[in-house]
């Protein structure tokens, strides 16, 4: 063999072993990327799945909605009828006042003998305001404390201790 088979030989080798570098850092590359494929392949599905599931919830929120709305608008209706009637009653009220009020005779003797008794006591209780606020010396009030108790002592509930003779000055 001569020496320019031998170096073409020397080149076929170093291109193939660069090749074989290329294809290994290539066949990394696309592994990556496979590897991220498919996690925004999973990331689409999770993303599908969480609209769907907003899809849902807004229907319910509308059904639930809707139902509020009727049984809102039936409530409504109920109490305007309620207000008619009750208005219908309001205006025939007078007359039946009309005919009760000989009945109330009794009863207004009764209120005047109690509105009587309050013009008393709003004229006594005036009296006595106007007393207390007179400024003269004689008319001052005066007080006497309670006398002040000992605080029990937090284990006195805990333990049942006899302390007059700790009191005292005597010893256990």
């Known amino acids: 063999m001569s020496i320019i088979a031998i170096g073409m030989n020397l080149m076929l080798a170093g291109l193939l072993t660069a090749a074989l570098l290329m294809g290994y850092r290539l066949n990394a590359r696309l592994k990556a990327l496979r590897d991220s494929h498919e996690g925004f392949a999973k990331a689409v599905g999770e993303l599908d799945a969480a609209a769907a599931r907003a899809e849902q919830g807004l229907a319910d929120l509308r ?11 039936d409530r409504i209706a109920k109490a305007r009828e309620l207000t008619a009637k009750l ?80 009191r005292a000055g005597g010893r256990r």
């Open 63 to 73: 059904a639930a909605t809707d139902e509020a709305h009727d049984a809102l608008a």
């Open 87 to 166: 208005d219908r009653q309001l205006q025939g009220a007078p007359q039946v006042s009309a005919r009760v009020e000989p009945m109330r005779g009794r009863e207004r003797e009764r209120e005047d003998l109690e509105l009587g008794d309050v013009e008393r006591v709003t004229h006594r209780l005036g009296s006595l305001l106007s007393a207390a606020r007179d400024p003269r010396p004689d008319r001052t009030v005066r007080r006497e404390l309670a006398p002040v108790r000992e605080r029990p002592r937090f284990d006195d509930d805990l333990f049942d201790i006899d302390d007059e003779p700790m």
